[in-house]
Nanobody, 128 residues
């Protein structure tokens, strides 16, 4: 059974930093894309960042580029999202996801429906 467990969310002031972790288990993720999405109240789930588990290629939403960094530790089966210079508009529930994205990787990793497995989410609140 595949499990993705997020941690690291919390309350932080604008300009601060948080690091989210997503520990994966239950299968090998070779060839998979690991993504972070977020959903604010009343809004759709939006793409934040993705990384190729095998190659390490990364992709970011324009709204977080230069502030957020996605990385993975293969030995620990863990994906991280380092979030710096946080803004109130970054407030949302952040979800980790894993998907066997094939072809047109740079485009398809941004789509939530390309992902097969999801974590339960972790709340990030940025106060102004």
């Amino acid at each position: 059974q595949v499990q993705l467990v997020e941690s690291g969310g919390g309350l932080v002031q604008a300009g601060g930093s948080l690091r989210l972790s997503c520990t994966a288990s239950g299968r090998t993720f070779v060839g998979y894309a690991m993504g972070w999405f977020r959903q604010a109240p009343g809004k759709e789930r939006d793409f934040v960042a993705a990384i190729s588990w095998s190659v390490g290629s990364t992709n970011y939403a324009d709204s977080v580029k230069g502030r957020f960094t996605i990385s993975r530790d293969i030995a620990k089966n863990t994906v991280y999202l380092q979030m710096n210079s946080l803004k109130p508009e970054d407030t949302a529930v952040y979800y980790c996801a894993a998907g066997s994205v094939q072809g047109a990787w740079w485009i398809r990793v941004r789509a939530a429906n390309e992902y097969d497995y999801w974590g339960q989410g972790t709340q990030v609140t940025v106060s102004s």
